[in-house]
């Protein structure tokens, strides 16, 4: 069994600011993690993914997570907010096979 | 670049009625799966194929049957449409076998709309 927690469906950051947006999971074997984004009127893209290895990840736009096996966490961050990242943001897990299970969302805005 | 193509962007039918959602991919890709998206409960698996007419239950396959004859198209049919399957549909694909996991390609989705 597997499943993700996002924290907060909504955050909001002013421009220049961090972003960090939440993601729990939990997973019977280890897993794979990812982030994906999904602009308006668009279907999602991948961010970043975590398999093996490096447990810090970069991913496109200045993105990058990292993976805490002791606390089952693979937090979204980034240093400085563009207008451009208003979006909303997904977690998503799988265990190997292919299924993903995704989390509820996380619609951030970016405040001028 | 991977295409994935969702026929309808917009949907509206009635309730009762029998709905395809068709999906194309461009990249010879062996998976392919389908999504509902709804507000405040993220994207839910409906079913998923990991070959040509071969098919998976995902998490919420009630009221929905699949079908994939060639390798490149997954239709998602509504035997008989209810509001409640009113949602955003997502169609996705993605390269095969079992490890290491890719990622996966989306179509912009299709709104439907049942009345």
């Known amino acids: 069994a597997q499943s993700v927690t996002q924290l907060g469906s909504h955050v909001s950051v002013s421009e220049g600011a961090l972003v960090l947006l939440r993601c729990n999971y939990s997973s019977s074997v280890p897993p794979y993690l990812f982030w994906y984004v999904q602009y308006p009127n668009q279907g999602l893209q991948l961010l970043l993914k975590y398999t093996t290895g490096a447990t810090l990840v970069k991913g496109i736009n200045g993105f990058e997570a990292e993976f805490k096996k002791s606390e089952t966490s693979f937090h979204l961050t980034k240093p400085s907010a563009h207008m451009s990242d208003a979006a909303e943001y997904f977690c998503a897990v799988s265990g190997g096979y292919q299924k993903v299970t995704f989390g509820i969302g996380t619609k951030l805005q970016v405040i001028p | 670049d991977v295409k994935v193509t969702q026929s309808s962007r917009y949907l509206v039918k009635r309730t009762g009625e029998k709905v395809f959602l068709e999906c194309v991919q461009d990249?010879?890709?062996?998976?392919m799966f389908w999504y509902r998206q709804d507000p405040g409960l993220g994207l839910r698996l409906i079913y998923f194929s990991y070959d040509v007419k071969m098919k998976e239950k995902g998490d919420i396959p009630e009221g929905y049957s699949v079908s994939r004859e060639k390798k490149e198209r997954f239709s998602l049919i509504l035997e008989s449409a209810s509001t409640n399957q009113t949602s955003m549909y997502l169609c996705?694909?993605?390269?095969?076998?079992?490890?290491?996991?890719?990622?996966?390609?989306f179509g912009s989705g299709t709104q439907l709309s049942v009345l």
């Open positions: 996705a694909s993605t390269t095969g076998g079992l490890l290491p996991f890719e990622k996966l390609f």
């Open positions: 990249m010879d890709h062996e998976n």
